[in-house]
């Protein structure tokens, strides 16, 4: 019998950044009960364009 690998989750080092933004979009509510799938794509690309400001900003 072959033994599974255990699952390791990956730490995104933005992943503070990106619930910042999704919480000042008003999106987190929706991101905790429902997951990331669940948003638009506009959303998702607002949230990513709004990441990609910050650190241009703070470089």
């Known amino acids: 019998m072959k033994q599974s690998k255990p699952k390791v989750r990956r730490i995104d ?3 503070p950044l990106k619930m910042e933004i999704a919480a000042e979009l ?3 509510e929706q991101i905790h009960s429902d997951g990331w799938h669940s948003l638009s794509a506009k ?5 990513g364009g709004l990441m990609t400001q910050r650190r241009r900003r703070n470089e």
């Open 43 to 47: 959303e998702a690309g607002r949230i």
């Open 13 to 15: 080092p933005l992943e």
């Open 26 to 28: 008003g999106l987190l």
